[in-house]
């Protein structure tokens, strides 16, 4: 299994703003995910952090809004751009294991006001 | 795109009762993965099953895979108070596909035990 460190665990920011959420994997892992997950709600895929290139987006979300960057195997960043008390939520990454089970970290939970 | 149902949203239980969740996909997959959220924690595996009907067990807990490989099931007998917390299953898309290594999370089953 991955163990995975996210930074910050929580925050509070003020809307227009932008925060960098950062992950980091004990291990070096070929996929990585961002997801967001609203309180007592399910995950939602925000995009796959691809090393060595762009990442892979899903529908609804942009790279404008949430750029992402994955430098090497163990570590990727997401920044939450231009922020409004939409985007408060908790931010979620996650490694992939060898049989395709999921790592996740212990998330950043965001609020906007 | 794929789509993963979870039922029922909501199940509260008397301490010893038996649970069950259901998970059913639009689609085949080629496994489903099960995964256990505390309140106020992060989602961590359980288990995954890939072949067609296979039934795995931990301890109380028993994970089945339909034979259709689009719907499965989670099977908690004797509930205690450390089952307490939100039980999603996730589905993966066959291998090929453009979802392949990606999961789609049902909606998850919020279970709380009364002692």
């Known amino acids: 299994s991955a163990v995975i460190s996210q930074k910050p665990s929580r925050d509070i920011c003020q809307r227009g703003t932008s925060l960098t959420i950062q992950c980091q994997v004990d291990s070096q892992v070929t996929m990585m995910f961002w997801y967001r997950q609203q309180p007592g709600q399910s995950l939602t895929l925000i995009a796959t952090?691809?090393?060595?290139?762009?990442?892979?987006?899903e529908s609804g979300f942009v790279i404008d809004k949430f750029p992402i960057s994955r430098p090497n195997l163990t570590f990727s960043t997401l920044t939450v751009s231009n922020m409004s008390p939409e985007d408060s939520s908790i931010y979620l990454c996650?490694?992939?294991?060898?049989?395709?089970?999921?790592?996740f970290g212990p998330g950043t939970r965001l609020t906007v006001t | 795109g794929q789509q993963v149902m979870q039922i029922p949203q909501y199940q509260h239980v008397q301490e010893g009762e038996d649970f069950t969740t259901y998970c059913n996909s639009s689609?085949?997959?080629?496994?489903i993965q099960w995964y256990k959220q505390r309140p106020g924690g992060h989602p961590v595996f359980l288990i995954q099953l890939v072949k067609s009907g296979e039934v795995k067990k931990q301890k109380r807990l028993t994970f089945q895979f339909g034979e259709a490989k689009k719907n499965s099931s989670l099977h908690i007998t004797a509930t205690q108070t450390t089952d307490v917390g939100t039980y999603f299953c996730?589905?993966?898309?066959?291998?090929?596909?453009?979802?392949?290594?990606?999961?789609?999370f049902g909606q998850g089953t919020i279970l709380t035990v009364h002692p």
């Open positions: 996650s490694a992939v294991g060898r049989y395709y089970e999921q790592y």
């Open positions: 952090a691809n090393q060595g290139s762009e990442a892979t987006y």
């Open positions: 996730a589905g993966m898309g066959e291998a090929g596909g453009t979802s392949y290594g990606k999961l789609t």
């Open positions: 689609t085949t997959l080629s496994n």
